[in-house]
């Protein structure tokens, strides 16, 4: 991209204007350092192209420029959906919103420059005094009456991200046809659009009222009270990997009557840079090497972890050789079902009217459980927005008791419509501590939920094609899937191949064809063979990769037989990827 003419000029031209009067004078000192550098290429990747704001909206790394995120970015984003609510709801004597942030660098600041510009615009703005978990952002927007609201946040992502997702009134993320309305309204606006300075009278700052409220319902998610009591000296070691769950997660806990929470100092301090990970994510075992350390010092029970933004769950249990491993998101998704479906049904709670949902790349585990025991549920697309979607369509004709996804996402109520690990984690204790009432381990439980159900591994793998051409290779993977699909996978017959982008279900052995009952199109592929096994292809939506979910059925009969049984399913999965060619 540095070697081409037309590029630089054009990216040279693009950067020119930032030098005006409209932008302030450490943004100009920075494209000035850029363009004055010899090497072009942090200029370039600064300005090629705009930061898009998506269904997801904004993500991306700091800094001054178009494809950035800065006030400017930040504030198109604020602009544009400030547009859009005075338009959708334009009816309404007030617009209200509510704004939280993580522990990022420069989310206090994009916040402050969010709610400025919502005031500007004539919006009421709830604003939180410090971070707050995502979730409380989600429950606040219900609880206050806000039309949207939005939280500043890059979730697991190194450092050097942020990012800005928004939210509807029903308190999730925005979905049709608001998503794509969003977008064209942020794509109209300029930056001598932005209405940076507004009546600093409409923005109400909220804070510890708002956390009693939300740890209130959080206390109600408990199914088990009584065996909490029994338990309440359960060893917990909990991290928040220097993020927003050290506010709250350590408070639900004790809510729920747990007394022996154990924290890790050094990350319970807040840090944007997060010192003490590469990844501040609780899906990569290094995330989580210092809270197992100290688990393995004081002999804990469980290690619960949260990510920067306290909506995704981390958990690592000891297995049977008395080490701690991580519980991978489909079997910490399996739990809590498993849980919350046998408890309501032991305590007489289950009404027949209950659903749960997950997503079509999550266990088929979960569906099983929910069907031998005649609970309904729904299978959606990736993402908790789809989660809340059907809990909006259900709203006072069924009930929900929990969702999840493959990704560490857990939602245990409809109170908070997006990933929630503050409830989640006290939830989890709760499991553990009901375990624990039995005789059991955490792993030990999750061991005879395979021999009740069945057992299954899940992995996944994702191959990454970097630039226009290999953006062009992972459609051409697709299409060729689509045309060809496998007759054989690891020794058996594919029967179903379901396509999401024509909402297709082909039964290769019958030849039949059904109708997949979901809303709007997807370009994700799935394929089941007759044993079971199960494998989702789908390309990503804001990377260069496409990512494959593998998994296999089995059958588990005795404890002792589990690390064969996982053994021979992780060599079908090998197996299946080597025949797949990828």
């Not at 390309?539 to 990512?547: A, L, R």
């Not at 002792?560 to 399913?569: G, K, R, S």
Request: contains cysteine; proline residues 3%; hydrophobic residues 40%.
């Amino acid at each position: 991209m540095a070697t081409n003419p037309e590029v630089l000029e054009s990216v040279r031209a693009k950067a020119a204007e930032w030098l005006t009067g409209i932008y302030d004078e450490s943004t100009k000192l920075e494209v000035r350092r850029m363009l004055n550098n010899e090497d072009s290429s942090e200029l370039i990747d600064s300005f090629y192209r705009d930061l898009e704001f998506g269904t997801g909206g904004l993500r991306g790394i700091m800094g001054a420029g178009t494809n950035r995120m800065n006030i400017y970015t930040v504030g198109a984003a604020t602009q544009g959906l400030s547009n859009y609510l005075k338009k959708e709801f334009a009816n309404l004597p007030q617009i209200k919103v509510a704004i939280g942030y993580d522990c990022r660098n420069n989310s206090r600041l994009f916040s402050e420059t969010s709610a400025g510009i919502f005031a500007a615009n004539g919006i009421k703005v709830y604003l939180f005094e410090d971070l707050r978990p995502t979730p409380e952002l989600s429950f606040a927007v219900r609880e206050l009456g806000c039309q949207s609201g939005i939280i500043l946040t890059a979730s697991h992502n190194p450092k050097e991200y942020n990012g800005y997702k928004a939210y509807w009134d029903d308190g999730s993320q925005i979905v049709s046809p608001h998503d794509e309305n969003i977008i064209d309204e942020v794509s109209k606006v300029k930056a001598s659009d932005i209405k940076f300075n507004g009546d600093q009278k409409l923005i109400t700052i909220i804070g510890s009222d708002m956390d009693k409220l939300f740890l209130e319902k959080v206390k109600t998610v408990s199914i088990s009270p009584e065996v909490v009591q029994r338990q309440k000296d359960l060893k917990i070691v909990y991290t928040p990997i220097h993020g927003t769950g050290v506010r709250l997660i350590p408070a639900a806990l004790h809510a729920f009557g747990f007394t022996n929470v154990i924290n890790v100092p050094e990350q319970d301090v807040v840090d944007g840079n997060f010192p003490t990970v590469v990844s501040p994510n609780p899906e990569e075992p290094a995330a989580l090497e210092m809270a197992i350390a100290k688990a393995v010092k004081v002999d804990a029970d469980v290690v619960l972890a949260s990510d920067p933004d306290a909506d995704r769950i981390g958990v690592a249990v000891k297995n049977d050789k008395g080490k701690f491993v991580i519980l991978n998101g489909n079997q910490t998704a399996l739990v809590f079902i498993y849980y919350i479906i046998s408890q309501r049904k032991k305590s007489h709670k289950l009404m027949g009217n209950e659903f749960i949902v997950k997503t079509i790349v999550t266990t088929e585990l979960i569906a099983k459980i929910a069907e031998r025991n005649k609970v309904d549920f729904y299978d959606v697309f990736t993402g908790f927005k789809y989660i809340a979607e059907v809990i909006r369509d259900q709203e006072g004709k069924k009930v929900y008791i929990g969702g999840g996804e493959e990704s560490f996402g857990f939602m245990p109520a409809d109170f908070v419509r997006d990933k929630d690990a503050v409830s989640s984690c006290a939830l989890m204790a709760e499991i553990v501590a009901w375990a624990k009432d039995q005789g059991k381990s955490l792993y030990e439980l999750l061991l005879d939920i395979y021999m009740e159900y069945g057992f299954s591994r899940e992995k996944m793998k994702y191959v990454v094609r970097k630039g226009k051409t290999g953006a062009e290779e992972i459609e051409q993977m697709m299409v060729n899937f689509r045309a060809n699909p496998p007759k054989v996978l690891g020794g058996s017959r594919m029967k179903i191949v379901k396509d999401y982008d024509t909402l297709i279900a082909s039964n290769l052995i019958t030849g039949e064809k059904t109708a997949i009952n979901q809303k709007t199109t997807s370009n994700v592929l799935q394929f089941f063979t007759e044993d079971g096994t199960k494998i989702s292809v789908r390309p990503s939506g804001t990377e260069p990769k496409i990512k494959f979910y593998f998994e296999v059925a089995g059958n588990l009969t005795n404890r002792a037989d589990y690390d064969a049984v996982e053994a021979q399913a992780d060599e079908k999965i090998d197996a299946i990827m080597k025949e797949m060619d990828i």
